[in-house]
């Protein structure tokens, strides 16, 4: 033990450098390499000290920082991530280094640092996409950005959300099986949820006093169908079923025969695009913005809304292309799927007519029906490629995408696209110092000051309140004297506790300590965060608290160095 301990110490002396405004990784990286020709021992044995020493560092730093590392302390950390990415390609650490320092920091860092840390992963994608670092680099940051992401919110960290998504999606091959949904399963939770209520009875009266022309073919048994076929679109395996293929059989000749019969004009379709009426009056627009189209994931089904969607070039659109993609599906074969699953003669041929006649109301659609027709038979001859890709055990893409000889056209690889040049890079090389971002409103509010996100961390953005503030009344709750029964607590208040376990999460290292307890309720666990935070406060008087910064116990360190 004391002969391990001196040969940290050593690579220890030799990482201090790093703190030196003129220290360089190659220094660094020949002095590391000296002390670990040095030490007499194996080389496995070697490379689990030199980790063991990077990790200690690490965790030196964030204790006596007490969890509240600056913005110098982070890039100090990821400037010692980058010598262990240089000590890895000297075969001096296990190539798991890089990966666990990562991990560690984010295991006891806030939401707010653990950013940093991952705007220095997305930067550093190449360098993990290297052939000796990529087996590993996709396991370890998949794990640490799936959970990463169990601990943002989707509402109020939606961008950084994304990001890590965007990240995965260019780390990860094209081919990477994990994604390609190899079982075929369907989202059964998209549901599409419809129904008269009952302030919407007389829906059939005000479809019958309409003075529209479509006002006959407008009615209550119309707006049921067409949104029960939601239903087989979410699920097309119902359709193997005798009494659920009868039913969708049903459905579809009502929906597909009041299409055929509403027809649409050129300016209907433009006046009612994105089931949102357009006045007479607006519809005189410029051609950039007439051809500008909405897109939505999913419409409402509001029975009112029927006599305009059914009038929307887009909703009948949206409709007809989810038969043609049903259609594909009954009509294609997988591994995955049952082998009861096999389609009739007769339910073939209805299948084969219901196709033509969805292409041919495509076809009747305005605007431009024929090319967007075209467009929809091009794109699920494209699938059908990738169907018989996964059917042969998804062998691996060629490069380029070109066709071989008696062989069918081959998918083509995604090309790398050139990142475009930041808006800070094109200020900062700008002689005149300004952008012009489109309009002049938009110029002026982007150049009211030199670095935009300086100006979005001043005082007056900071909503976030201090662990002292939130929590001085709870504290005074939880003192016997104050007689405070347990109903009337905070800590017993859901929505006073979820804003807690937020602010816990980003400012208190007490969120982060580890227990081999079992999981208590919500309450009994801020009572004890409670309890520890009250024991850090210096003063309290009258008007509020005054309070140091918590400081993580000695037991837990200890623990940690176990």
């Known amino acids: ?33 000296a002390v670990y020709d040095e030490v007499k021992a194996s080389d496995s044995e070697r490379k689990q000290i030199l980790e063991q020493t990077f990790r200690d560092i690490i965790r030196d730093e964030v204790v006596s920082s007490k969890g509240k590392l600056e913005d110098t302390d982070i890039d100090l950390l990821l400037y010692l991530i980058d010598i262990s990415i240089e000590a890895l390609r000297v075969n001096i650490t296990p190539n798991s280094t890089p990966f666990t320092l990562i991990s560690d920091l984010f295991d006891c860092l806030t939401i707010d640092k653990c950013e940093h840390i991952f705007t220095y992963i997305e930067y550093n994608t190449e ?15 998949l794990r640490i950005c799936n959970e990463f992401l169990r601990r943002l919110s989707r509402s109020q960290n939606t961008i950084l959300c994304g990001r890590i998504q965007l990240f995965l999606a260019r780390l990860f091959p094209m081919s990477e099986k994990s994604a390609l ?45 067409l949104w029960s076929m939601q239903n087989y679109f979410r699920d097309p395996n119902q359709c193997y079923d005798t009494e659920k293929w009868r039913q969708m059989l049903s459905h579809s000749d009502i929906v597909l025969n009041a299409f055929k019969t509403i027809r649409l004009d050129d300016e209907i379709a ?18 950039s913005e007439e051809n500008e189209a909405k897109y939505f994931t999913k419409f409402l089904t509001n ?33 995955s799927k049952p082998t009861q699953h096999v389609m009739k003669k007769d339910q073939t041929a209805w299948v084969k007519d219901t196709k033509s006649k969805v292409y041919s109301l495509l ?12 467009y929809c038979s091009k794109l699920l ?16 893409i060629p490069n380029g995408g070109e066709k071989g000889e008696g062989e069918k056209e081959s998918i083509p690889v995604r090309k790398e696209l050139k990142r475009k040049r930041k808006l800070g890079d094109v200020y900062r090389h700008s002689k005149e110092k300004r952008i012009e971002i489109g309009s002049e409103e938009l110029s002026r509010l982007w150049n009211l000051n030199s670095d935009n996100m300086k100006a979005c961390q001043g005082e007056d953005r900071k909503f976030i309140p201090e662990l002292q503030e939130y929590f001085s009344e709870a504290i005074e709750q939880l003192d016997p004297e104050n007689m405070i029964e347990s109903e009337y607590k905070l800590i017993n208040s859901s929505n006073w506790s979820w804003r807690a376990l937020r602010l816990l999460s980003r400012k208190c290292p007490y969120f982060f300590q580890g227990t081999n307890a079992l999981t208590k309720p919500i309450g009994e ?11 850090d406060i210096d003063d309290v008087d009258s008007v509020g608290i005054k309070a140091h910064s918590p400081t993580i116990p000695e037991m837990d360190i200890k623990t940690y160095d176990k």
């Open 181 to 225: 949904n190899l079982n075929n399963q369907f989202n059964l939770a998209n549901i599409t949820t419809f129904g008269l209520e009952d302030s919407e009875t007389d829906f059939s009266k005000e479809i019958a006093e309409s003075d529209s022309s479509q006002a006959n073919k407008v009615d209550v048994k119309l707006y049921e169908n």
């Open 363 to 374: 076809c009747e659609t305005p605007p431009n029906g024929d090319q967007f027709s075209d």
């Open 127 to 141: 360098v993990w996409m290297e052939a000796h670092m990529y087996n590993l680099a996709k396991i370890y940051l």
């Open 1 to 33: 033990m004391q002969r391990i301990k001196a040969i940290k110490a050593n690579f220890r002396s030799v990482l201090k450098d790093l703190e030196a405004p003129s220290a360089s990784s190659a220094d660094v990286i020949t002095n590391l390499k």
């Open 270 to 287: 433009r006046g009612y695009r994105g089931t949102n009426y357009v006045d007479e009056n607006d519809m005189e627009t410029s051609s």
């Open 381 to 396: 001859k494209r699938e059908e490629l990738w169907i018989d890709w996964k059917n042969e055990g998804c062998p691996p």
């Open 303 to 335: 029975p009112k809304l029927l006599e305009l969607q059914l009038r929307d070039s887009l909703f009948r659109r949206h409709i007809l292309l989810q038969y043609l993609i049903l259609f594909q599906y009954l009509e294609c074969s997988t591994k």
């Open 525 to 535: 666990y801020l009572e004890g965060i409670i309890r520890q935070l009250s024991r």
